[in-house]
């Protein structure tokens, strides 16, 4: 499609249950990245992917959080035992070059609840 | 590591009014700019971005910013707002592909 597209748009979930959000990229776009907008303003890198390949995952929390880019399917990333502080929106993005200047495009986000 | 800051969490202008939002950043390394607009329930839009070519880079919507080497500043101007410039505003730094260090935002607000 023409943009990232993004579901669930809101997901609530108990302290404990497992969330797991999607995300299409833009068609011909090779390259995806998850990012983690926690209190309206503060945006961090998640992971980034080059087609199924993990790129870079240095932003991922190292227990509970995973991703996956899978051939023929969305994108997914999945939290298991959702803890409080994981309430944010989470952004995808996709782009169609690896380069350091180059624009990425943001889907519309996916707001987590963890209540 | 790379990093921006963004003064003023909030910024309220009139319409007609020049907009200005300033950004400073760190970095050891020529830095790759960005600012990006961010209108409510939606994903982050590029403005405009720095790669090392002019120093005074224009943008979408008729934003403009000029990167100041000896400042180590990136701020973002626009001549006139328009009610359609309230928004979140956030400059970023590039640290690799894919990766940004975003500030923490200025909130435009336009007055009638």
């Known amino acids: 499609g023409e943009e990232v597209a993004q579901t669930p748009k809101h997901l609530v979930r108990g302290e404990g249950q497992k969330a797991k959000l999607y995300c299409a990229p833009i068609k011909g776009h090779s390259y995806v990245f998850w990012y983690q907008q926690v209190l309206k303003n503060e945006f961090k890198f998640l992971i980034s992917?080059?087609?199924?390949?993990?790129?870079?995952e240095t932003g991922m929390p190292k227990e509970r959080f995973s991703a996956k880019c899978l051939p023929n399917s969305p994108c997914s990333l999945e939290i298991q035992a959702t803890k409080l502080e994981d309430s944010a929106v989470y952004f995808c993005?996709?782009?169609?070059?690896?380069?350091?200047?180059?624009?990425?495009?943001f889907g519309e986000g996916s707001r987590l609840t963890v209540l | 590591a790379q990093s921006v800051t963004q003064l003023g969490s909030h910024v309220s202008v009139s319409e007609g009014a020049l907009v200005l939002l300033r950004c400073n950043y760190s970095s050891s390394v020529p830095p790759y700019l960005f600012w990006y607009v961010q209108y409510p329930n939606q994903g982050l839009q590029l403005l405009l971005k720095y790669t090392s070519a002019a120093t005074l880079v224009k943008g979408i919507n008729g934003f403009e910013a000029e990167f100041k080497k000896s400042e180590t500043s990136f701020h973002l101007t626009k001549p006139s707002a328009h009610m359609s410039d309230a928004a979140e505003y956030f400059c970023a730094v590039s640290e690799g592909w894919g990766k940004f260090q975003f500030g923490a935002g200025t909130q435009v607000v336009v007055t009638p």
């Open positions: 992917f080059q087609n199924e390949n993990v790129f870079d």
């Open positions: 993005a996709s782009s169609q070059k690896q380069d350091s200047t180059g624009e990425l495009f």
